[in-house]
């Protein structure tokens, strides 16, 4: 019988971009679904929508930050910003807080707070309050990371090898050689706060399962010392589109309805990828030879410097437009489990990588960005459940790996390997299953606080 813990509250602290605020999200879906309540304190800048969550008590704190800082490229400049500027605010609400709980019936349990925010420690520490971390990455990329300065140092800047790197599995140099080209000031000092804040957390929760991180679980208990919770990575049943940032276009759902079964490549890049105008098109060239129907996202922004899809010259978008759709969002995980999904075209992002799974959908990958690489390298290389298009943007290699997944032989054994994980991954949630079990083991831990 499940423990009542009513009475017992949780603080949740998410980071504010997409990617994060999704996880956490359901992550206060599960608590509330067993019986804490929640509270959510979040910045000004990306703020959740509080009217979709009537559940949910938030509590907005000021940022400080301009709009210039807000569009910053470099997401570690970003959060290293953040961090300055929140502690202060952070504290002062938390403090208020807990003392109007003093008072009342309920009981703060302790801080669920995002792994990117880093100064956390001192604050639960003065005022007594335990605390965990929500890590929005997959296992081996979070334990992993925090050797990049170290091979930086160390790296060859040019090699195209595809050697894996030793300290890194399963990414390949030529990822690395990519991932520490990305402009990241601040790197070194923000992932050894980062690394601090988790040694001395109470427990790190990943939105995710032991079957998809079987190697690297073992390591992450080792290396932190602290219990591992690897809960939920079947997001459908807490879905993430009431905690999206973006306007979702409805009518994708009415537009797959009209659609064969598994006829459609689902395309799109996340909330931070972006790319320049000639690559968006080699993209919609390729979607257009491919001859498979599909549904694109250009996301405002995806191309820098542009209004939306304006790049894309008319002629070409007539022609794309009588065989898909483009439209500025999506919502992501409803077309994921639509019918007419065949494949998706994606920047393997954590969440997306995810999602697809849950609902059996074969990926192409295509990385830009920090842990997409090694997401990219886990779907195709280690459970062999996409094509990797090894960088590649152009419109011969898009048109053949589409062609590829859904008619070819590897297509074929893809799809079936496709269908073996998310079976798997779909017993883990259920009763017993590993996720379940984590999930049991992390409810005591909060009540035991
Ligand atoms: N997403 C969405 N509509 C879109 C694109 C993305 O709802 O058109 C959601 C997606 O379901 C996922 C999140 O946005 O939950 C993106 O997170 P992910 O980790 O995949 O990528 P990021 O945005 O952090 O790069």
Request: glycine share 6%; with cysteine; aromatic share 8%.
């Amino acid at each position: 019988m499940e423990k009542s813990n009513d009475g017992l509250r949780v603080v949740l602290f998410p980071l504010p971009i997409q990617g994060c605020i999704n996880p956490m999200i359901q992550l206060a879906k599960i608590l509330r679904s067993r019986g804490f309540s929640i509270t959510v304190i979040h910045t000004r800048f990306n703020a959740p929508k509080a009217s979709s969550h009537p559940l949910f008590t938030f509590l907005e704190i000021p940022d400080g930050l301009s709009e210039t800082e807000k569009r910053t490229d470099d997401k570690t400049f970003l959060f290293t910003l953040l961090n300055q500027r929140c502690e202060a605010p952070f504290h002062d609400c938390l403090a208020k807080l807990l003392v109007s709980s003093d008072s009342e019936t309920q009981r703060i349990s302790c801080l669920i707070h995002d792994s990117g925010w880093t100064f956390t420690p001192s604050v639960t520490k003065s005022l007594k309050l335990p605390r965990l971390v929500l890590s929005t990455y997959t296992v081996s990329f979070f334990l992993n990371h925090f050797a990049l300065p170290k091979l930086r140092h160390e790296a060859s800047q040019d090699s195209e090898q595809d050697d894996l790197v030793q300290e890194f599995p399963p990414l390949r140099e030529n990822d690395l050689v990519r991932l520490l080209k990305e402009k990241r000031e601040y790197l070194e000092p923000y992932l050894n706060m980062m690394l601090e804040a988790t040694k001395s957390s109470s427990g790190i929760i990943f939105m995710s399962c032991e079957e998809l991180n079987q190697d690297s679980l073992p390591k992450a208990r080792e290396d932190f010392k602290v219990p591992i919770y690897a809960i939920e990575p079947s997001f459908s049943n807490f879905p993430a589109s009431s905690s999206s940032l973006f306007t979702q276009d409805e009518t994708c759902i009415p537009w797959l309805d009209k659609q064969e079964d598994k006829s459609v490549i689902y395309v799109s890049f996340g909330s931070l990828a972006t790319m320049t105008g000639p690559e968006l098109i080699e993209i919609a060239c390729g979607l257009r030879n491919s001859g498979q129907q599909f549904l694109l996202v250009v996301r405002v922004g995806l191309v820098k410097g542009t209004e939306w899809n304006e790049v894309i010259p008319e002629e070409l978008k007539a022609t794309l437009n009588e065989k898909g759709k483009i439209v500025k969002w999506a919502p992501q995980q409803e077309v994921l489990k639509h019918r007419a999904i065949g494949g998706f075209l994606t920047h393997n992002g954590w969440n997306s990588v995810v999602e697809s799974v849950c609902e059996g959908v074969p990926m192409v990958c295509l990385p830009f960005i920090w842990d997409q690489f090694l997401n990219a390298r886990l779907v195709s290389g280690v459970w062999r459940v996409g094509l990797h298009l090894e960088h590649r943007i152009e419109r011969n290699e898009i048109e053949s790996s589409i062609r590829s997944l859904f008619f070819g032989n590897e297509g074929e054994a893809i799809r079936e390997r496709m269908r073996l994980l998310q079976e798997k991954v779909g017993r883990s949630v259920k009763e017993n299953g590993s996720a379940s079990r984590a999930l049991e083991s992390l409810i005591d831990h909060i009540s035991s606080f």
